[in-house]
């Protein structure tokens, strides 16, 4: 048995030196030979020890796959696809830790797979199924070399991976079956682990990346850190690669660099996950019923190409933020030619080691600007880009607050035409006609510089302007004066308060009134779910300010009175202002929602101290905490449906 126990020791010791840690110690001739004395000493004794690697050849076919209940939730991932998106995830995580920092890792494309250990021994494989029961493909995953059979830890881990297949080896699989080969890496890992022959399986020959601890019987790991320590330590194969960022602007930046870098990987990606690193944190945000809060997966969906910097400019925006615009060499992307890319800010540049020279590449999706999201190669002639001590539209000095640049003259000519062109956008104040080319012509010519002068224009402010006929001045002065009647929460996103995006302007209308957003305290500001401390700053300075002020009262005079959400007054829920939280069996909730406002109720996003009725369905979390905390009435979703009339939920 001592010399059983050596022989698997050192081949097990020999199969992670080459196939997770990629550095191989002896030949494969030595490793065969120790392999082949081990399967004689095992058919002579009859014995074969638990983590022999000999389990490993694929066995007989299975009839079926037996389910298997996995003993914590496998749980997916909510998805962002926009930055605004993923911004909001980051401002939930602060709000209930303002120190949280964040890991960044790869999102690989294939198949979520659960493995079971007991008593420091490989147990049994699943896959993730629907969550809470998956399928048992233990035979399948012994083909698998990447995972250790037994563990130096005694009590009952879970421990989840992504089964994958190397693009390097799909292309070899496909040119020796090039009558059946297989589409994509994907469908070919997933195929791989759930086909009833383990031959097949191990014929593809998938791999396993972990990435998580599920379960722990005893001494639970306190951090994303902590967990992938553990499995490295333990023989499991992990990829390379993990940021911990404390900021957006450093998740950002990650998420980027992973863009980038998964070109060039033998590896499928899909995007980049990002989870809250500490367990305490994880613990008190809590799940809903498919997604823990604590994490999210940012989806690569845009399309992407390699472009030449030919030079560098820098615009002017309307808070005066200079960004700086590069030049490239065209490039077909999402069905357009592309010959200009933004970067985010100085910082970004720097970070993104973007040169005039350099080959880079670039994103474009959805009709959005196309961005830069790094350096690929520099070129001998590549120079860097040089930060600008003034404005390079009036001159006027530049202020740098952290990796952003500002002009600080309030009255820069494209400062104020950005701003207008803003407040004139389909999502703001909707004035078709009056586009960039036209606002900056009215502001070089006509002195428009503020929101309220566009109200004062007439027709006689048009004449002498080339291309201004009688008809299309009609249409822009119509334009013009119907959105004096703009809903109130397309007028808080216009007025350009920084910070404010659509979601965030939303909640705020829900106040009623721009002299109630006004009105509100920095308290009640981060209590509503999607502001942070950095934008409730930024609302209460906005209000703050006295030239903010006046111009808000010359639009005012100019007859600009946005529009609340016509209300309800009558019903069950009249003069309630009511929070849903947790999960209904009986509706969704927008039903929900819009059933409680067609009853006369304001159904709010977040627990306020205007919040009069919260309704509490399953797994309701820190809003219900909150709630209670305030002293404000909770009901159950029985007593809802009592309210709205229509009986108790069904089973």
């Not at 080459?18 to 494969?28: E, K, N, R």
């Not at 330590?233 to 450093?250: H, I, K, M, N």
């Not at 929070?579 to 306020?608: D, F, N, Y």
């Amino acid at each position: 048995m001592d010399r059983m126990r050596y022989l698997v020791d050192t081949l097990n010791k020999w199969a992670y030196e080459y196939y997770v840690q990629d550095a191989p110690s002896v030949t494969d001739r030595e490793y065969d030979a120790l392999y082949d004395e081990l399967r004689a000493l095992e058919r002579d004794t009859g014995v074969r020890l638990p983590d022999s690697p000999t389990r490993r050849v694929g066995g007989e076919p299975v009839k079926a796959f037996a389910r298997h209940r996995h003993i914590a939730p496998l749980f997916s991932l909510d998805k962002a696809v926009t930055e605004d998106e993923l911004s909001a995830f980051i401002t939930r995580v602060k709000k209930v830790d303002p120190a949280a920092v964040f890991t960044v890792e790869y999102k690989f494309d294939g198949l979520t797979m659960c493995l079971t250990y007991s008593k420091g021994r490989f147990e049994r494989a699943t896959t993730r199924g629907n969550g809470t029961e998956g399928e048992d493909v233990t035979a399948q995953a012994l083909t698998v070399r990447s995972f250790p059979l037994s563990i130096p830890y005694e009590g009952t881990l879970e421990v989840r991976g992504e089964a994958i297949i190397r693009l390097s080896v799909l292309e070899e699989y496909n040119r020796a079956h090039s009558d059946e080969p297989l589409k994509n890496a994907r469908n070919a890992a997933a195929g791989a682990i759930r086909n009833l022959d383990p031959k097949v399986t191990a014929a593809r020959r998938p791999e396993i990346l972990f990435y998580d601890i599920n379960y722990m019987s005893d001494a639970p790991v306190a951090s994303q850190r902590e967990a992938l320590e553990r499995l490295k330590e333990w023989g499991f194969q992990t990829f390379p690669y993990l940021r911990v960022c404390a900021s957006f602007d450093e998740v950002r930046a990650a998420v980027d660099e992973i863009e980038v870098n998964r070109k060039s990987l033998d590896v499928l990606t899909d995007g980049a996950v990002i989870k809250t690193d500490a367990e305490d944190v994880r613990r008190r945000m809590g799940h809903t019923d498919k997604f823990p809060r604590w994490a999210i997966a940012y989806k690569f969906e845009a399309e992407e190409a390699e472009a030449t910097v030919e030079k560098v400019v820098w615009q002017v925006g309307r808070t005066g933020k200079l960004t700086p615009l590069a030049f490239i060499s065209p490039v077909e992307l999402a069905g357009a030619t592309v010959r200009r890319a933004t970067l985010n800010n100085f910082g970004d540049l720097t970070r993104k080691d973007v040169k005039v020279g350099s080959r880079v590449m670039v994103r474009r999706s959805n009709e959005v600007i196309p961005e830069i999201l790094g350096a690929v190669s520099h070129a001998e002639g590549s120079v860097p880009v040089q930060k600008p001590a003034f404005c390079p539209a009036c001159g006027a000095p530049v202020r740098e607050t952290g990796a952003n640049l500002f002009c600080t003259n309030r009255a820069c000519p494209p400062r104020i035409v950005q701003k207008l062109t803003h407040y004139c956008s389909k999502n703001a104040a909707d004035i078709e006609g009056l586009s960039e080319a036209t606002l900056a012509l009215l502001q070089k010519e006509r002195g428009v510089c503020s929101f309220s002068d566009l109200y004062a224009l007439t027709k006689e402010s048009f004449a002498g302007l080339e291309g201004f006929r009688a008809k299309k001045i009609s249409n822009l002065l119509s334009a013009i004066d119907a959105s004096r009647r703009m809903p109130l929460e397309r007028f808080l996103y216009a007025i350009g308060i920084e910070g404010i995006g659509r979601v965030a302007a939303r909640d705020l209308a829900a106040f009623g009134s721009v002299e109630a957003v006004a009105a509100l305290s920095f308290d009640e500001l981060v209590a509503l779910e999607n502001i942070g401390d950095v934008t409730a700053n930024a609302i209460i300075h906005y209000f703050a300010d006295e030239e903010n002020r006046a111009e808000l009262a010359r639009l005012r005079q100019a007859g600009v009175q946005p529009v609340s959400a016509a209300r309800v007054t009558q019903g069950a829920f009249a003069g309630e202002n009511v929070v849903l939280t947790g999960g209904l069996a009986s509706m969704s909730r927008p039903e929900a929602q819009k059933k409680i406002e067609e009853l006369g109720g304001t159904a709010q996003s977040s627990v306020t101290r205007k919040t009069t009725l919260v309704v509490a369905g399953t797994d309701a979390g820190s809003k219900l905490e909150r709630a209670r905390s305030l002293g404000i009435r909770v009901i159950g979703e029985e007593e809802f449906l009592s309210m709205l009339g229509e009986g108790a939920a069904q089973p």
